[in-house]
């Protein structure tokens, strides 16, 4: 079979001796399966470099291999409560459905579809909304509005039913304003396309009960899924809470969602959906719930606890990291966070193909031993021992020295939140436009063909939901099928992320450097003091995504003197938010500026996970040359180039680090990633962008292909030519890779690369060449205590 | 639904493809209806079906501005039924594979091999040309 058999996830990405990591595996066929653990060396599998390289460390033993299912799509899931078994009843809530036509969708439901028991408000096949009562197999009445509901705008919708007389009433109500649509109409004509009031005399008879729990943005297909929630970004529940098995997905925004237990008159809904929380005292006893998302949204909006505002504070868990925080029926334009203004901010935006944790079951762990190596690993799984396209996968993690006992005197740290956000990005199925960018087609490996099957196992960053939000959350408790060795990336002419940073940790090993490493979910932990245990420190090819905290320890060590090695370009570029309770989820919002897979929508810009302003460092005045002295200048995902050398190389702060390095020599004009050591990603000094005033260049790249292009924060409006947007590497010279140098107080110093294929140069006739040389020398260099040349 | 009205022009985005087929025609077509001038892309992408790293003292390898401009509008035809690779024996196999366009279905991986992506790209280059010009209704 050519598309991917088995895969998994494992529960920690980084451990030390003495912790253990488990693994969650799926087999496809249900077919048996060998585990054993590698210490993965070298990914690539291209023939022209030193090929596939993996140790085996251990087996993990044969296992029988089963299928687990990933529940995606975003919902909140009430407990069963004896109080939601109600007779008559009246369900209202706001609404901003984005895909009304893509078949029937969950609002407030407490309904069970495979024996139609239960109540619900819903939209049904049409598109229309609809209210359900269900009293057994059959026995389903529903009474539709008749009149559709429209995409990006929002709605008052209420459905009350009376079981003395068994009459039902329906209100579809837009309200539309100049601001609340964000990129939707301003206005409706006619209106009555869209309003609707309907009434009807159904049978007065109550809606049978069930166990299931109230679902909002989904309804129940199975009450029980043996699948749990409790602590991590659950940290309000503090034993398990069994969650159902969901279906009827919502797509778009829900505010304020309540259930009455009579039959509310239009005054008192309008008093529940739009009066001032908490709720008039008066209307309380009549509430059986009544939602308050903009409750609990202050200082960040992280929380996955959803509170009723009523009497019986039957509070809700948010599954699968539904969107929090986000513009509201009110909202107005004045402020542009949820943290100034929460009361304009009360609306849960739903996906359906959302995934916080895949929650499957444990196939086997690993207990790391005390003297295992740091360095990169994998649980390596191959359906009947077989090693064949299709029937392996690899399970990277990546193990650490023991705590506060560093094996080396130089770290690798290993960017995690980087490939979380580049996790599962499906593009070569779903873009257009990716082969503008990398000038080919895409090629399809057995985990993309999975992926693509199973409507992405959860996305990450570099895509959008099925309603066209752009994704800004990224769990790595899922399969992550493009965070593989041997894997080509569809952003690459060969590899990128965890596969092109094995040249790295491949290239120190064969060039005997001892390295540590460590990921960014322990520098988000540990801070400073990580990094000062070493005397060198190097980045992987493409630390794009960063944290606060990361960047005040990356800065911090600079200023103590760490000696610093950015082997990368556009490194530090997102503002990334690890979840504040789980370290596996990260955040970004990727604003309406930068080189960015999606816009941000209105009024979208807080970071959920931290209420800050989210979007690119550069906006928020830590532009990423404050860091490395290069800022990120151009892209072409396609063949590279090389360096040639500047000036200031030869200065005697500089010369050392060209020793064995000709006057004329070009740099790197060879290697795995598009031939050359300029490529993919690039960087420039820039002193305008906060390049330190004393920094040296010591070379830059030529010669890059028009696929290369300028990044987009740079173009405040598009033009044809030389320095504009159009501009290609044939004809702008701000396209090209700059390495530079600069001191740091206490004796510390950084070197950057500025181009992602550098790394992909090392290895170039059997490691010996001048990437290979220069980037040992320097490390050398660096190395040396005392003062710098 | 029932009843649905027609779309309108508006709603079914009439002008952005009447805009595309203008460009096409104008731009694009009196390149690859004359088949001498068709063959020489055809030619030129066969030669060299991928970029290349730049080499000092050379300018970098790019495609002609008429087989640029013919690969641009060729890359970003829709997805359903568009073309990819797909890697069956890593370095030795490639075959062509039809994308449904939407997710949650699978990629369809036909027969069709070849030994190199090189190849295999090529092979795709002429699959979306000759639908353009049957499109176009360029059938010599």
């Given at each position: 079979m050519t598309t991917l058999g088995i895969t998994g996830y494992s529960n920690r990405i980084s451990v030390q001796p003495g912790q253990t990591v488990q693994f969650h595996v799926h087999s496809e066929r249900n077919q048996a399966y060998r585990a054993d653990i590698v210490r993965l060396?070298?990914?690539?599998?291209?023939?022209?470099?030193?090929g596939y390289k993996e140790e085996e460390v251990a087996s993990c033993g044969e296992h029988p291999g089963r299928h687990q299912a990933v529940h995606a799509g975003s919902y909140i899931c009430v407990p069963h409560d004896?109080?939601?078994?109600?007779?008559s009843f009246t369900l209202m809530a706001l609404v901003f459905p984005t895909?009304?036509?893509?078949?029937v969708q969950g609002i407030v439901t407490k309904w069970?579809?495979?024996?139609?028991t239960g109540y619900g408000l819903f939209i049904d096949e049409q598109g229309e909304l609809a209210v359900r009562i269900g009293r057994g197999k059959g026995r389903l009445e529903q009474l539709s509005s008749g009149k559709p509901l429209f995409r990006k705008v929002w709605y008052l919708v209420a459905a009350s039913f009376d079981a003395a007389s068994g009459h039902v009433s329906l209100v579809q109500e837009p309200i539309v304003t100049s601001t609340n649509t964000g990129h939707g109409?301003?206005?409706?004509?006619?209106?009555?396309?869209t309003r609707a009031a309907v009434e009807w005399s159904g049978s007065p008879q109550a809606p049978a009960a069930n166990d299931c729990p109230v679902l909002i943005a989904a309804a129940t297909?199975?009450?029980?899924?043996?699948r749990h929630i409790w602590g991590?970004?659950?940290?309000?529940?503090h034993s398990p809470i069994e969650i159902p098995e969901h279906e009827a997905k919502f797509n778009g925004r829900i505010e304020r969602p309540a259930i009455a237990r009579r039959v509310l008159n239009r005054a008192e809904i309008e008093r529940v959906l739009h009066?001032?929380?908490?709720?008039?005292t008066e209307l309380r006893p009549a509430l059986v719930a009544a939602w308050d998302f903009?409750?609990?949204?202050?200082?960040?909006?992280?929380?996955t606890q959803a509170l009723d505002d009523?009497?019986?504070?039957l509070h809700g868990h948010c599954i699968n990291m539904p969107s929090r925080g986000m513009p509201g029926?009110?909202?107005?334009?004045?402020?542009?966070s949820f943290t100034a203004a929460p009361q304009e901010y009360g609306a849960i935006h739903f996906h359906d193909?959302?995934?916080?944790?895949?929650?499957w079951e444990v196939d086997f762990e690993f207990p790391i031993p005390e003297d295992l190596k740091s360095g990169v690993y994998a649980a390596r799984l191959r359906l009947g021992g077989q090693d064949t396209p299709g029937n392996e996968d690899y399970i990277p993690f990546f193990v650490r020295p023991?705590?506060?006992?560093?094996?080396?005197r130089i770290a690798v740290i290993i960017p995690t939140a980087s490939y979380m956000a580049y996790a599962n990005e499906n593009l070569s199925a779903d873009s257009q436009v990716a082969q503008l960018l990398t000038g080919r087609v895409p090629l399809m490996q057995p985990g993309d063909l999975l992926l693509q099957e199973k409507n992405g196992y959860g996305y990450g960053t570099y895509t959008v939901h099925s309603d066209g939000w752009g994704v800004h959350i990224s769990s790595?408790?899922?399969?992550?099928?493009?965070?593989?060795?041997?894997y080509t990336h569809v952003l690459s002419p060969s590899v990128w992320q965890l596969n092109a940073d094995l040249h790295l940790t491949d290239w120190l090993e064969a060039m005997a450097f001892d390295f540590d490493v460590h990921t960014d979910e322990d520098l988000q932990r540990e801070g400073v003091e990580l990094l000062r245990q070493y005397r060198v420190v190097l980045t992987c090819h493409h630390p794009e995504y960063c944290s606060e905290e990361m960047l005040d320890a990356y800065e911090a060590y600079q200023q103590q003197g760490g000696r610093w090695l950015y082997?990368?370009?556009?490194?530090?570029y997102w503002c990334t938010v690890f979840h504040p309770d789980n370290p596996a989820l990260i955040e970004v919002?990727?604003?309406?500026?930068?080189?960015?897979a999606w816009t941000i929508n209105p009024?979208?810009?807080?970071?959920?996970?931290?209420?800050k302003h989210g979007g690119l460092w550069r906006v928020r005045g830590r532009n990423m040359s404050k860091l490395t002295g290069v800022s990120f200048t151009s892209f072409g995902l396609t063949a590279s180039s090389y360096y040639r050398r500047a000036?200031?190389?030869?200065?005697p702060e500089c010369a050392w680090m060209f020793?064995?390095?000709?006057?004329d020599e070009p740099i790197g004009?060879?290697?795995?990633?598009?031939?050359?050591?300029?490529?993919l990603e690039l960087d420039r000094y820039d002193l305008e962008l906060g390049?330190?005033?004393n920094a040296f260049l010591l070379a830059h790249s030529e010669?890059?292909?028009?696929?290369f292009v300028t990044v987009s924060?740079?173009?405040?409006f598009n033009a044809r030519?030389?320095?504009?947007?159009?501009?290609t590497g044939d004809q702008n010279p701000y396209i090209r890779a700059d390495i530079v140098y600069f001191k740091t107080p206490n004796d510390g110093a950084v070197f950057s690369?500025?181009?992602?294929?550098?790394?992909?140069?090392?290895?170039h006739n059997n490691y010996d060449n001048n990437v290979s040389r220069l980037t040992a020398n320097v490390i050398r260099g660096f190395l040396q205590d005392g003062p710098l040349p | 639904m029932e009843n649905k009205p027609e779309k309108t022009a508006l709603q079914d985005d009439y002008a952005y493809r009447a805009v595309d087929a203008y460009n096409t025609r104008m731009y694009l077509l009196p390149a690859l209806a004359d088949p001498e001038r068709r063959a020489v892309l055809i030619a030129e992408h066969r030669a060299r079906p991928l970029y290349e790293a730049a080499q000092p003292g050379q300018p970098a390898p790019m495609d002609s501005p008429a087989l640029a401009r013919l690969l641009d509008r060729l890359r970003v035809?829709?997805?359903?039924d568009k073309h990819v690779i797909i890697e069956?024996?890593?370095?030795?196999e490639y075959r062509i594979g039809v994308l449904p366009?939407?997710?949650?279905k699978a990629v369809e991986i036909t027969?069709?091999?070849?030994?190199t992506r090189e190849d295999a790209e090529h092979a795709i280059f002429l699959k979306r040309l000759n639908a353009l010009l049957d499109a176009y209704g360029i059938t010599d």
């Open positions: 060396i070298h990914g690539d599998t291209n023939p022209d470099g030193p004896a109080r939601f078994d109600i007779s895909t009304p036509t893509k078949g069970f579809g495979p024996e139609e109409m301003r206005f409706i004509y006619p209106i009555e396309e297909t199975q009450a029980h899924s043996g991590g970004h659950f940290s309000h529940v009066g001032p929380r908490p709720l008039q903009a409750a609990n949204i202050v200082p960040n909006a992280a929380s009523s009497l019986h504070r029926h009110n909202w107005t334009a004045d402020q542009m193909d959302a995934v916080d944790d895949a929650r023991p705590a506060g006992r560093p094996t080396a790595r408790l899922r399969p992550i099928l493009n965070m593989r060795p041997k082997l990368a370009a556009n490194g530090f919002r990727k604003g309406d500026n930068g080189t960015r009024g979208e810009y807080g970071n959920a996970f931290d209420g000036p200031d190389s030869f200065r020793t064995g390095l000709g006057e004009n060879f290697g795995l990633v598009g031939g050359g050591a300029a490529g390049t330190p005033h010669g890059h292909n028009d696929i924060e740079e173009s405040t030519g030389y320095f504009a947007a159009g501009g690369a500025s181009s992602m294929a550098w790394c992909g140069s090392l290895s | 035809v829709p997805q359903q069956t024996r890593p370095w030795e366009g939407v997710r949650g027969d069709e091999a070849y030994p």
